[in-house]
């Protein structure tokens, strides 16, 4: 199968206008419309593309699985609070923590990942 490309057409349509097929107006028209059409076929791709784009980089964006454990350490019949604070990446880009601070409230503890 054999796709006919914008050069090829345009040879397609002088040819066609200067062996007197096609009058001024006709051949006006006709490239008005060939116009139209690649146009709009040009605007939906590019919106299309456009869409994937943001589709692909709302993917890729970081993210970070964050959970906390509270405990307490018995040794010598002292009871120490033990913090275990779990953070994983689970997006599709690399995530570097360069520190962790975190509160403790009485409701729980809030992690502050910088």
């Not at 006919?4 to 040879?11: G, S, T």
Request: charged residues 20%; glycine residues 6%.
């Amino acid at each position: 199968m054999h796709y006919i490309d914008n050069r090829e057409l345009f040879l397609v349509i002088m040819l066609l206008y200067f062996r007197g097929s096609l009058e001024a107006e006709s051949l006006t028209q006709t490239l008005a419309l060939w116009g139209a059409v690649t146009c709009i076929i040009g605007t939906v791709a590019g919106i299309a593309n456009w869409v994937l784009r943001f589709k692909q980089h709302k993917k890729d964006q970081p993210k970070l699985l964050c959970t906390s454990e509270f405990s307490f350490e018995h040794l010598a019949g002292v009871a120490r609070p033990q913090h275990k604070l779990i953070i994983r990446s689970v997006g599709k880009r690399p995530v570097t923590v360069d520190y962790v601070r975190y509160f403790i409230n009485p409701k729980g503890i809030l992690a502050v990942i910088i």
